[in-house]
């Protein structure tokens, strides 16, 4: 299969598995113990039906929105992630590219690749920086700082990582960074050499966010070392309140899952929620976000923009998740997967099949904006 046969999700998933080594392939595809909570999130959209209307003269189709300030031309956006230039040397280059292409909100990760700075300076679409809470204050206050001093529009807090998910599929290829290989990991590196010289061509692998704060040299700290070293795991409400003044802008939560935590979250002045359970890449047996949606999005929607990722491989999938209520919709592997295969091109093309997905649904719908999607349009089973 070549990239330009790829008509969907399935198909940049099977390329970048050809392409990738299986222990980098299954840091992307794996998640949490029997990763149950993975088959969940894209499962949970087929609980529900689309009920379209028809005869409503959608010659023309508007599905742009607003979340959090931001004015985005479709309804999706690129969720950070971590490590990207593992899966392709282009790493969140390609994604940011890809995402201003198609007039979309792209995320940086603390354990981003590529520096907040150099993408902010790049592109001019909105830009979320992920970040995750650290047992030293004054280096959370620095990273902020950075990121404000950068022009970054939304600020995302990630509040369900205080520590990692048990990855089996990592432990048993002994995926980390730096690499600590299983002879099976270290076979499948040998099989798909091709990575390994693009890999070894091209600039240094770095984590520039951080690169003040962990040594990736010769005793370099593991991706797991920094989740059970660095991040605080008492991290609390009052912690976040802070956070939320010293920003003072656009400021989101990401992993928020109860109505609970959804109130607490308004209350303390948050102008965004993301929910998630992280890809099922955490606590397997979590809830699916679009499950959740509907009763989160009854309790806050009127005080704060709510979001959710997880499992979205169609355009069904965010036209549902819209007439629950999301402002907005994330996806992750939705676009490592064409990263991994293609690059800049592989994602600039997963997003344009997204887009037209959507256009296609709303034409169907009866919808010439989103607006006009409501629960009317869905019934569940």
């Avoid at 730096?178 to 499948?188: D, E």
């Avoid at 409400?237 to 939560?253: I, K, P, S, Y």
Wanted: hydrophobic content about 40%; glycine content about 10%; some cysteine.
């Amino acid at each position: 299969m070549r990239l330009r046969d790829c008509c969907n999700f399935h198909d940049f998933r099977q390329l970048a598995k050809r392409r990738l080594p299986g222990p980098i392939f299954n840091y992307i595809d794996g998640a949490a113990d029997d990763e149950t909570t993975l088959r969940r999130n894209t499962a949970s959209f087929d609980t529900c039906d689309l009920v379209p209307n028809v005869l409503r003269g959608v010659d023309t189709v508007d599905m742009s929105v607003t979340v959090m300030g931001q004015k985005l031309a479709m309804p999706v956006y690129c969720s950070p992630t971590a490590l990207q230039r593992l899966f392709h040397h282009q790493g969140e280059r390609a994604v940011a590219a890809a995402a201003a292409k198609h007039g979309t909100m792209f995320g940086v990760s603390t354990l981003g690749t590529v520096s907040l700075d150099e993408l902010r300076k790049a592109h001019s679409t909105p830009q979320v920086y992920q970040f995750y809470f650290h047992k030293d204050r004054g280096l959370n206050r620095a990273m902020m700082q950075r990121a404000k001093e950068a022009g970054v529009e939304v600020m995302m807090l990630t509040v369900d990582s205080i520590t990692g998910g048990n990855r089996e599929r990592d432990l048993r290829t002994g995926f980390s960074i730096p690499f600590k290989l299983t002879l099976a990991g270290m076979l499948q590196f040998a099989i798909k050499p091709m990575w390994g010289i693009n890999y070894l061509t091209h600039e240094g692998f770095k984590l520039p966010q951080l690169d003040e704060h962990v040594d990736m040299g010769g005793g370099a700290m593991s991706i797991s070392r920094y989740f059970t070293e660095m991040l605080d795991p008492s991290m609390n409400w009052d912690d976040v309140a802070d956070m939320v003044r010293e920003w003072n802008g656009q400021f989101c939560l990401k992993g928020v899952m109860s109505v609970a935590d959804a109130k607490r979250a308004a209350e303390i002045g948050c102008t965004g929620i993301v929910l998630s359970n992280h890809g099922g890449r955490q606590l397997d047996g979590s809830r699916a976000a679009f499950d959740q949606l509907a009763e989160i999005v009854d309790a806050v929607g009127d005080r704060i923009d709510v979001m959710m990722d997880g499992g979205v491989q169609r355009g069904t999938h965010v036209l549902k998740a819209l007439s629950l209520g999301a402002k907005a919709v994330g996806v992750g592997r939705f676009y490592l997967y064409p990263l991994a295969a293609a690059g800049q091109a592989g994602v600039e093309q997963a997003l344009g099949l997204m887009r037209t997905e959507i256009e296609r649904g709303m034409k169907l719908m009866g919808c010439s904006s989103i607006d006009q999607l409501s629960r009317e349009n869905l019934r569940f089973r």
